[in-house]
């Protein structure tokens, strides 16, 4: 197998694993991964050599376009994880009263913003 296709898979497992225990964590792995094969192709297409992945020799229009892509989907997938995350942080904080999540803390207290109820 080729140094390329070791690299991927890899780069798909460590993502994979990490994801497996956080979702957050296992989309900034697979980010900071993709960023990786992003910046070593531009290396290694920009000193006029080619990747091959599977055997399969990739131009670097289709790298870039692969990458590239994949690359785009890491961010919006982080972003969509970090939502989630806040998403679940809010509900666990909600007011057990009428379920706003729109709360803040007094004197180390929950207050909701909706019906004023109020609990530690
Ligand atoms: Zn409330």
């Known amino acids: 197998m ?6 991927v898979l ?3 497992v460590l993502s994979i694993g990490v994801g497996s225990f ?3 964590w296992g989309r900034l792995v697979g980010l900071i991964l993709v960023g990786g ?6 290396y290694v297409y920009g000193q006029g050599g080619e990747l091959a992945f599977f055997e399969r020799p990739l131009s670097a229009t ?7 892509a994949l690359f785009a989907w890491e961010v919006v997938a982080l972003t969509m994880a970090l939502r989630a995350r806040r998403r679940a942080h809010d509900f666990a904080h909600a007011c057990p009263a009428c379920g706003a999540t729109q709360t803040r803390q007094v004197d180390r207290k ?3 913003g909706s ?3 109020t609990w530690s």
């Not at 094969?37 to 531009?42: E, K, Y």
């Not at 289709?62 to 590239?68: D, K, L, P, S, T």
């Open 2 to 7: 080729s140094t390329e296709s070791i690299v």
């Open 10 to 12: 890899s780069a798909i």
């Open 22 to 24: 956080s979702r957050v």
């Open 37 to 42: 094969i992003l910046g070593w192709g531009i």
């Open 62 to 68: 289709w790298f870039y376009v692969a990458v590239g």
């Open 110 to 112: 929950n207050v909701c």
């Open 115 to 117: 019906c004023q109820h």
